[in-house]
C-alpha cells in the first residue's frame, strides 16, 4: 500500500495558507486608478521573475521556497481571479475617466 507523507504535505499547505492568495494580496495592495484584470496571476508572475532575474536578495532557501509557495498559488490564484473577474471589469470600467464623466453628465 502507497502511503503518503503527511508531514511536509501539511507543512506546504500550511504554507501556503500562511502566505496568503496573492489574488487577496494583490487586489488589497493596487489602487483603483491601477486596477487590472487578473491582478494575483499578475502578481506570482512578478514575483517569480524578480526571483528568477536576481532581483530579490534572500538566501538561496528562501528563494526555493518563496517558488514553491507561487508556483503552488499560481492555479490557485488563476481559478479565483477568474471568478472574480466580473467585479474586475465593474472596478476598471467605475475607476475610468470616462465613466466619471457620464456619472457627472448623468447618463
Excluded at 500550511?14 to 487577496?24: A, D, E, F, H, V
Excluded at 528562501?62 to 472596478?91: E, G, I, N, Q
Amino acid at each position: 500500500m502507497l502511503t503518503i507523507p503527511k508531514k511536509p504535505l501539511f507543512i506546504l499547505l500550511l504554507g501556503i495558507m500562511l502566505g496568503g492568495c496573492s489574488s487577496i494580496r494583490a487586489r488589497d495592495a493596487i489602487p483603483a486608478t491601477q486596477w487590472k484584470v487578473y491582478p494575483g496571476v499578475r502578481q506570482d508572475v512578478k514575483e517569480l521573475g524578480e526571483i528568477v532575474t536576481g532581483q530579490r536578495e534572500d538566501p538561496a532557501w528562501v528563494k526555493a521556497l518563496v517558488t514553491v509557495m507561487l508556483l503552488a498559488d499560481l492555479p490557485v490564484s488563476a481559478v479565483f481571479d477568474t471568478l472574480a473577474s466580473p467585479y474586475d471589469l465593474y472596478r476598471i470600467r467605475r475607476s475610468s475617466p470616462t465613466s466619471n464623466l457620464d456619472r457627472a453628465e448623468g447618463l
